[in-house]
């Protein structure tokens, strides 16, 4: 069964420590992976996606498929990044629906 | 619009009432997709659209939930006989297209409509 895993419901942090979100994935065919972030009182929005290879905000995310994982990183947390953040797996075999991981709260502390 | 639209924002409603949620999405976004937000339980999926179709009901939780979308644009989520655990905020999302792009397959959520049943 198609799954996205989220293992921590709440990750608190200090400000300045490195954040590692987990995330692994259930998924046959070749996924297409994405981390989405709700901040306080606004809309959830896309941070990024695993083709980009991109670094957004300072956060980064490898697709590592041997582990079926796909963990967020950022080396030094900021408190503005604390948020509900989602991991969502994206089908691509015919029905392109959307699998969303319950997300994970992150805290950074002062 | 800018962004998808919902409405309304919020609702309050008596156990056992009917409720209507309303999804504007993206001018030109084919894909629809509907998720329930609850306290402490993230985001579950409900249902989807490409166009006017639903292939996947399987989130729908009781038959008391239902969706349809008119014309490839506006989206009504419909829940009948309202129990108190439908309290929840309902969010809707939109992409371009399902394509092999991923670009189109990024969602755009709306601020979504907080429901309260009493």
């Known amino acids: 069964a198609q799954r996205v895993t989220q293992p921590e419901k709440l990750l608190s942090v200090f400000k300045g420590a490195p954040v590692e979100l987990k995330c692994n994935y259930s998924?046959?065919?070749?996924?297409?992976l994405f981390w989405y972030v709700q901040y306080s009182r606004q809309r959830l929005q896309l941070l990024l996606r695993?083709?980009s290879r991109e670094s957004i905000k300072g956060f980064t995310a490898d697709l590592n498929k041997g582990e079926t994982s796909f963990h967020l990183k950022k080396p030094f947390a900021q408190e503005e990044d604390s948020a509900m953040y989602y991991c969502?797996?994206?089908?691509?075999?015919?029905?392109?629906?959307?699998?969303f991981g319950t997300g994970t709260r992150l805290k950074v502390l002062a | 619009g800018a962004g998808v639209s919902q409405s309304p924002s919020n609702k309050v409603t008596e156990k056992g009432k009917d409720v209507e949620l309303r999804c504007d999405p993206i001018?030109?976004?084919?894909?629809l997709y509907w998720y329930r937000q609850s306290l402490g339980q993230g985001l579950e999926f409900l249902i989807y659209?490409?166009?006017?179709?639903?292939?996947?009901k399987s989130g729908l939780p009781s038959d008391r939930f239902s969706a349809e979308r008119t014309g490839g644009s506006v989206s009504t989520l419909t829940i009948q006989r309202t129990q108190q655990e439908d309290s929840a905020v309902y969010l809707c999302?939109?992409?371009?297209?399902?394509?092999?792009?991923?670009?189109?397959?990024?969602?755009?959520f709306g601020a979504g409509t907080r429901l309260s049943v009493l």
């Open positions: 659209f490409q166009g006017n179709s639903a292939p996947d």
């Open positions: 969502a797996l994206c089908d691509t075999s015919g029905t392109y629906k959307y699998i």
């Open positions: 001018s030109g976004h084919t894909a």
């Open positions: 999302a939109s992409s371009l297209a399902f394509s092999g792009v991923l670009a189109k397959n990024i969602q755009y």
């Open positions: 998924y046959s065919g070749s996924p297409e």
């Open positions: 695993h083709i």
